[in-house]
Nanobody, 118 residues
Framework: QLQLQESGGGLVQAGDSLTLSCAASGRTSGISTMAWFRQAPGKERDFVALINWRISGTYFADSVKGRFSISKNNAKNTVSLQMNKLKPEDTAVYYC???????????WGQGTQVTVSS
């Protein structure tokens, strides 16, 4: 089993920056990719960014490209999402997910709220 715990959400103003962190514990040796998703009220959970656990390749949703960055610390089993130039439309609950090589994100954290005021 793998456990994920997000932290770092909060209330910020448009244009501000915020960093989210996700700590993984348990079966971390099986991680293939880790990703951030977000879910706004009344909407589906959407992909934000991912990072390959071994080769550090990254991929971003078009909506955040150029504003967000993702990084990892394999020694600490953490992944971070640096969010810059935040917009009100970035408001959502942000979830950390892990893929253990199945192609599916089967492990999730409890989510952390990010609210961007205009």
């Amino acid at each position: 089993q793998l456990q994920l715990q997000e932290s770092g959400g909060g209330l910020v103003q448009a244009g501000d920056s915020l960093t989210l962190s996700c700590a993984a514990s348990g079966r971390t040796s099986g991680i293939s990719t880790m990703a951030w998703f977000r879910q706004a009220p009344g909407k589906e959970r959407d992909f934000v960014a991912l990072i390959n656990w071994r080769i550090s390749g990254t991929y971003f949703a078009d909506s955040v490209k150029g504003r967000f960055s993702i990084s990892k610390n394999n020694a600490k089993n953490t992944v971070s999402l640096q969010m810059n130039k935040l917009k009100p439309e970035d408001t959502a609950v942000y979830y950390c997910g892990a893929n253990l090589g199945t192609g599916q994100y089967n492990y999730w954290g409890q989510g952390t709220q990010v609210t961007v005021s205009s």
